[in-house]
């Protein structure tokens, strides 16, 4: 499996993003992707995650702005993002599970740069 995210840049705070997460190989195996973050100098945190039948789930701290969906046809993953505040400034990286037996994989994008200006 292979990520590539899209879409950061640069936007005033109160803006809006769409990040974009296009999955390619076996994307069938994928049972639940998500969108991580790691701001400078902090540890990489959970933002949003979803499942393959389309269970979300949020960090409180998104709630309410950000939105997590799947477009299992194009085998891409969206996040948008509303009411960004300069704390939302982050690498964002989009992750892939797969729930295989023995083991579980994990495969990561490289990430994209969001930076939210006051």
């Known amino acids: 499996v292979q990520l590539v995210e899209s879409g950061g840049g640069l936007v005033q705070a109160g803006g809006s993003l769409r990040l974009s997460c296009a999955a390619s190989?076996?994307?069938?195996?994928?049972?639940?992707m998500g969108w991580y973050r790691q701001a400078p100098g902090k540890q990489r945190e959970l933002v949003a995650v979803?499942?393959?039948?389309?269970?979300?789930n949020y960090a409180d701290s998104v709630k309410g702005r950000f939105t997590i969906s799947r477009d299992n046809a194009k085998n891409t993953m969206y996040l948008q993002m509303n009411s960004l505040k300069p704390q939302d400034t982050a690498v964002y990286y989009c992750?892939?599970?797969?729930?295989?037996?023995?083991?579980?994989?994990?495969?990561w994008g490289q990430g994209t740069q969001v930076t939210v200006s006051s």
């Open positions: 190989g076996s994307t069938f195996r994928i049972n639940v």
């Open positions: 992750k892939a599970v797969v729930l295989g037996a023995p083991m579980i994989e994990e495969y």
């Open positions: 979803i499942t393959s039948g389309g269970s979300t």
